[in-house]
């Protein structure tokens, strides 16, 4: 049996490139494959290099890496080569990889963010592949020489059912409020002010789902507590898909998203979403899509007051056509099979 190892600054956690991994490790384990996850930070059954977390300053073990290494069939590399919050840990960990079988998942690129925005090109190697989640970095990879495969993040289209009114009375939510739930977490480029100002122009309950990170809470505090709406912060005792239940609106105003979970979440809920325009909104638009503007509320409000249940419908037969959690399995065995790779 073939070993795949999955390597990131972070793995387990509620940020879109530990869900992503965790996905992809369930559809590798379906195929036989023995995962072996490596991060910075994660839970009990990850190999941790403390010196690969984003935060850190020492300079990388190599010896350790290259024994959490030793053994592996296959490398998939999650961001941590992508977008060098780490520096130091991205070179390390490119020139482990050197002269064997890698696939670089690029969730982000470092010309994508303002403070990574000095630094080149990730690295590549002839027996290395690369991975975009969304066309548009595929298309600027391209420009820098670097040939890549764009593989949409993938969804479960029927996620369990959530309970509505436990998830609301927890949150401490009237049985007939307005909700717009705004799923991410808490940074500049989430545009939480937008969110809130649309729940605001609604008369609707703002709910913000995680917390803030990178130096955010100052002005997150400060935002919401001047709010003119009940505000519930966090995810509370129960899943998200109990938030999702308890929602009437969800709202995503990023103003950069390298890919944008929530706006499938919201299809597969089954619940209208107010869309910002980030770039690669634009790209999932492109499929057909139809959402609404959170800086347009009238829309929604005639949407609320005469649900248009074709249109939730249609929304769902589009995702279900082109990113499926089903097909996840037979996306990676081609991939897999592709000759650099030779797994």
Same mark, same amino acid.
């Given at each position: 049996m073939s070993t795949i190892g999955?390597?990131?600054?972070?793995?387990?956690?509620?940020?879109?490139?530990?869900?992503?991994?965790? &996905?992809? &490790?369930?559809?590798?384990?379906?195929?036989?494959?023995?995962?072996?996850? *490596?991060?910075? $930070?994660?839970? $009990?059954?990850?190999?941790?290099?403390?010196?690969?977390? *984003?935060?850190?300053?020492?300079?990388?073990?190599?010896?350790?890496?290259?024994?959490?290494?030793?053994?592996?069939?296959?490398?998939?590399?999650?961001?941590?080569?992508?977008?060098?919050?780490?520096?130091?840990?991205?070179?390390?960990?490119?020139?482990?990889?050197?002269?064997?079988?890698?696939?670089?998942?690029?969730?982000?690129?470092?010309?994508?963010?303002?403070?990574?925005?000095?630094?080149?090109?990730?690295?590549?190697?002839?027996?290395?592949?690369?991975?975009?989640?969304?066309?548009?970095?595929?298309? $600027?990879?391209?420009?820098?020489?670097?040939?890549?495969?764009?593989?949409?993040?993938?969804?479960?289209?029927?996620?369990?059912?959530?309970?509505?009114?436990?998830?609301?009375?927890?949150?401490?939510?009237?049985?007939?409020?307005?909700?717009?739930?705004?799923?991410?977490?808490? =940074?500049?480029? &989430?545009?939480?002010?937008?969110?809130?100002?649309?729940?605001?122009?609604?008369?609707?309950?703002?709910?913000?789902?995680?917390?803030?990170?990178?130096?955010?809470?100052?002005? =997150?505090? $400060?935002?919401?507590?001047?709010?003119?709406?009940?505000?519930?912060?966090?995810?509370?005792?129960?899943?998200?898909?109990?938030v999702y239940a308890a929602s009437? *609106?969800?709202?995503?105003?990023?103003?950069?998203?390298?890919?944008?979970?929530?706006?499938?979440?919201?299809?597969?809920?089954? &619940?209208?979403?107010?869309?910002?325009?980030?770039?690669?909104?634009?790209?999932?638009?492109?499929?057909?899509?139809?959402?609404?503007?959170?800086?347009?509320?009238?829309?929604?409000?005639?949407?609320?007051?005469?649900?248009?249940?074709?249109?939730?419908?249609?929304?769902?037969?589009?995702?279900?056509?082109?990113?499926?959690?089903?097909?996840?399995?037979?996306? =990676?065995?081609?991939?897999?099979?592709?000759?650099?790779?030779?797994?």
């Amino acid at each position: 049996m073939s070993t795949i190892g999955i390597v990131s600054y972070r793995l387990g956690g509620a940020d879109g490139v530990s869900i992503e991994a965790a &996905k992809w &490790k369930a559809a590798i384990s379906s195929l036989g494959f023995s995962v072996r996850e *490596i991060a910075g $930070e994660g839970p $009990e059954q990850v190999t941790a290099i403390e010196s690969l977390r *984003i935060d850190s300053t020492n300079p990388v073990d190599v010896d350790q890496l290259e024994e959490a290494l030793d053994g592996l069939d296959l490398v998939i590399v999650e961001n941590l080569c992508s977008l060098p919050l780490n520096p130091s840990a991205s070179e390390a960990v490119a020139h482990a990889l050197r002269g064997r079988p890698a696939i670089l998942r690029h969730h982000d690129l470092s010309w994508q963010r303002p403070d990574t925005a000095h630094f080149g090109p990730p690295p590549t190697d002839p027996l290395w592949q690369h991975v975009t989640i969304n066309q548009r970095s595929r298309d $600027e990879l391209a420009t820098r020489d670097i040939l890549a495969t764009c593989l949409y993040n993938r969804f479960e289209m029927n996620p369990p059912p959530g309970d509505r009114h436990l998830a609301r009375t927890d949150a401490g939510i009237d049985t007939d409020a307005l909700v717009v739930l705004q799923p991410t977490r808490a =940074l500049q480029r &989430k545009n939480i002010a937008g969110g809130l100002a649309l729940a605001e122009s609604l008369g609707a309950t703002y709910w913000l789902t995680a917390a803030a990170e990178d130096g955010y809470g100052p002005t =997150l505090d $400060e935002l919401l507590h001047g709010a003119r709406v009940q505000v519930v912060r966090g995810q509370g005792p129960g899943t998200i898909n109990d938030v999702y239940a308890a929602s009437d *609106i969800v709202v995503l105003p990023s103003l950069w998203e390298g890919f944008g979970n929530p706006v499938i979440e919201s299809v597969t809920h089954r &619940k209208p979403l107010a869309l910002g325009n980030y770039p690669v909104a634009q790209e999932l638009l492109a499929f057909g899509f139809q959402f609404f503007s959170p800086l347009q509320p009238q829309p929604l409000q005639d949407f609320l007051a005469d649900p248009d249940e074709d249109l939730l419908e249609e929304n769902f037969e589009i995702a279900q056509t082109h990113f499926d959690i089903a097909d996840l399995p037979s996306v =990676l065995d081609d991939l897999f099979a592709s000759s650099s790779l030779g797994i």
